[in-house]
DNA sequence: CGCCGATAGTTTAATTCTAAAATAATCGCT
DNA sequence: AGCGATTATTTTAGAATTAAACTATCGGCG
């Protein structure tokens, strides 16, 4: 509680824990930074290589992906869900898809508010091209790290998404 | 090393490693996702935040948070590196901060191309203003995460942000 | 049935963002 | 000194993004 903080003070004892030491958050905030600035670095170069090599966006080729594992389509709401963009950006990536002949569009027989969107043949085709090559790209992300760090990476996501989550919920309702 | 993928393909012997499997790399794109989705779900949270309590964008946010930690002032293309978005990104939004009054701009003395900004006073007051609450918010999100687990992400970011620059940097020097 | 709150999408306005071309100044050489 | 390559920034055109207001539809309930 009366601790001063980052300049590491060797007689902090056990009982000193995260909670018990004044709110400066610098590890949580540099945590943070190094998070985002991983996922910068790659999603800025997967964008590069998309726009260079197959001349498509981003963007589209996530709503793309999105359609691809589920053969029944998907509901609009329920892309924007997995993207986590806004809804409103999702109706006009999906009308130049629709222009370009990728994906089809349909409004659903149960709901007429429902709109869904499934891929064409081209665009099922299109998109297993580029994945193809995307799945390379990725994996060479990842090629300096052993197997052994990949799981553990994977885990401690998998927890930091779960810890976000119930912050960002608890936060809704007191 | 030897750790089957999802499906657990029990015959799958030790030497099967990463380099032996076949290329579907199914591992290093899940991974990608949830990296990325920790990244989203942050971002779109402090975004919402900074706008509802301070009425201020994360943009603008994080120029003031690279200037805050540089008392001489940052040249533009550093804060465009250190943020890693595009040049003509910074432009803009470093004239909406010189107009309300948060930075300053001048001509570098000993460069007439580059332009140095720094915090004003109205400035960096602000930015700490925001700052304290914002580092809160930040801590919350790994608050289920053991000190362990925390540095451990620490570790294996720093990894993987390193394997990604170097995985850029080979593809182009062939 | 008929209203009312919730839900699915669209629209609108403004901001953020990129890539690429243009401008301007500096640096390295000879 | 001056030329050519490089570097720093701006401009431009267009795509992507969000928040908020709006429209249409659905579902439940009196």
Redesign the interface.
């Known amino acids: 509680m009366t601790t001063p903080e980052e300049q590491s003070p060797l007689w902090i004892d056990a009982e000193t824990?995260?909670a018990a030491r004044p709110?400066?958050?610098?590890?949580?905030?540099?945590?943070?930074l190094?998070?985002?600035?991983?996922?910068?670095?790659?999603?800025?170069?997967i964008r590069r290589h998309l726009n260079a090599e197959f001349d498509f966006s981003l963007p589209r080729f996530d709503i793309l992906a999105q359609l691809d594992r589920a053969d029944a389509g998907l509901v609009l709401g329920e892309v924007s869900k997995r993207l986590?963009v806004s809804a409103g950006n999702i109706t006009s990536l999906v009308e130049g898809l629709v222009k370009s002949g990728h994906i089809t569009r349909t409004t659903s027989s149960g709901d007429r508010r429902a709109q869904v969107i499934r891929l064409t043949d081209k665009g099922r085709r299109e998109f297993r091209r580029m994945a193809k090559v995307h799945?390379?790209w990725?994996?060479?992300?990842?090629?300096?790290?052993?197997?052994?760090?990949?799981?553990?990476?994977?885990d401690?996501?998998?927890?930091?998404?779960?810890?976000?989550?119930?912050?960002?919920l608890a936060?809704q309702q007191p």
């Open positions: 824990t995260v709110a400066d958050h610098k590890m949580e905030l540099r945590l943070w190094r998070l985002l600035s991983c996922s910068r670095l790659i999603e800025n170069d986590m799945g390379d990725i994996a060479r992300y990842f090629e300096h790290l052993s197997q052994k760090d990949i799981d553990k990476l994977m401690l996501l998998a927890s930091l998404k779960d810890s976000t989550r119930e912050t960002i936060r």
